[in-house]
């Protein structure tokens, strides 16, 4: 912090006060002491003999050392004091420019000392306001583009679900055969309608702050065998081999296991409706480093590079036409990242031309049964 001359010549002022007082007060005392202290018999004797065995010189030495002292002592300490001042008044004019909302500034000074503590607090204090006012303009996009792909998702199967309907109401078919095809597209909107609604319904559980997992203890392995069984069927209906594979001990741990089913539904079904021209599933579990993984993996047509950071954002879709062709609500992978999240896991995903493999690892912390 630089002073100016003003600021040199308050400093100035102030001590020559302050010596004008200093030797106002020594000439007191020196008045107070030759006219009573020193005519007390025993102390103008104990006086006279020191002035006898040191001189009247060499008596007065350390006296001046001593008021010289004491004067350059309350010198620097007024010298700090005012430049404690100074930067506390500058703090204070720094303090008022950034409560006029320039939260980006910095205080310019960072004073030795509790003051300066003070000051990193202050920074600090305005970096968490400044997450927490972003992270508010977050949630407030976030909600507004939830809004806004939900309508539209919604909008295009209700269009279609009203004009064959529609088309009934009025009498416009031809024959019997055309209105069970109107019905037909009009439940399968419906259907798909349904599907949206419980995955923007699943997903905003699982997205609440007040989420919970309702957790017990169970068997990794026999959850994993169970869920892809249930999908052989639909593997062979669509041409793909599903391979399972999984240790031969148990793997306990503590979850929920509705919601991790759900995230190993969505993984092998995603696999077989978008790994179609490959010819194989490989689902795994196995124990990584700190905790255990499972892994779904297709052979199919891999997914584009710059489409992979995306993958797990909510109403994400690599291909729109695909995804409505095979009834997706592009809310799977969001959701499946939630519960994860919900976990203390991660999910992630590779794609080469070999291999599509989605894997999810969960801490050893929370797999493994206490």
């Known amino acids: ?165 529609g088309l009934i109401e009025q009498e416009k078919y031809q024959d019997e055969n055309q209105i069970r095809q109107y019905t037909r597209i009009a439940y399968e909107k419906a259907k798909q309608m349904n599907v949206l609604v419980n995955d923007l319904f699943e997903y905003t559980k699982v997205r609440n702050r007040g989420a919970y997992l309702s957790r017990t203890q169970f068997d990794l392995v026999e959850l994993v065998e169970q869920v892809s069984v249930g999908f052989r069927i639909a593997a062979h209906g669509a041409g793909l081999q599903l391979q399972v594979e999984t240790p031969d001990e148990k793997v306990e741990m503590w979850g929920d296991t509705d919601k991790l089913v759900r995230v190993l539904e969505n993984l092998i079904s995603n696999a077989i409706k978008y790994g179609r021209d490959g010819t194989m599933i490989a689902v795994r579990l196995f124990e990584v480093p700190d905790g255990v993984a499972f892994s779904v993996a297709n052979n199919g047509n891999p997914i584009p590079a710059e489409a992979i950071p995306n993958l797990f954002e909510r109403f994400y879709r690599v291909e729109a036409s695909r995804s409505k062709e095979t009834g997706g609500s592009g809310l799977g992978l969001a959701i499946a990242k939630s519960i994860i999240d919900l976990h203390h896991g991660t999910i992630s995903v590779t794609s080469t031309a070999k291999w599509t493999t989605f894997t999810v690892s969960l801490p050893l912390r929370t797999t493994r049964a206490s």
């Open 1 to 165: 912090m630089k002073l100016n001359v003003r600021d040199f010549l308050r400093i100035l002022l102030d001590l020559f006060l302050g010596l004008l007082i200093f030797f106002a007060v020594f000439q007191t005392a020196s008045f107070f002491a030759n006219n009573y202290l020193y005519r007390i018999p025993e102390v103008k004797e104990y006086v006279w003999k020191i002035r006898n065995t040191f001189g009247m010189d060499s008596f007065k030495i350390p006296i001046v050392l001593l008021a010289t002292g004491i004067f350059a002592a309350w010198t620097l300490v007024r010298i700090r004091k005012y430049l404690e001042q100074k930067q506390m008044e500058q703090i204070i004019a720094e303090l008022h420019h950034i409560a006029k909302g320039n939260f980006d500034h910095h205080i310019s000074i960072r004073p030795r000392g509790s003051l300066g503590d003070v000051v990193d607090s202050i920074h600090a204090l305005v970096k968490s306001t400044l997450d927490a006012m972003e992270e508010e303009r977050r949630l407030e996009q976030s909600k507004d583009e939830l809004v806004t792909n939900v309508s539209h998702d919604l909008r295009t199967p209700l269009t279609s679900i009203i004009g064959y309907l």
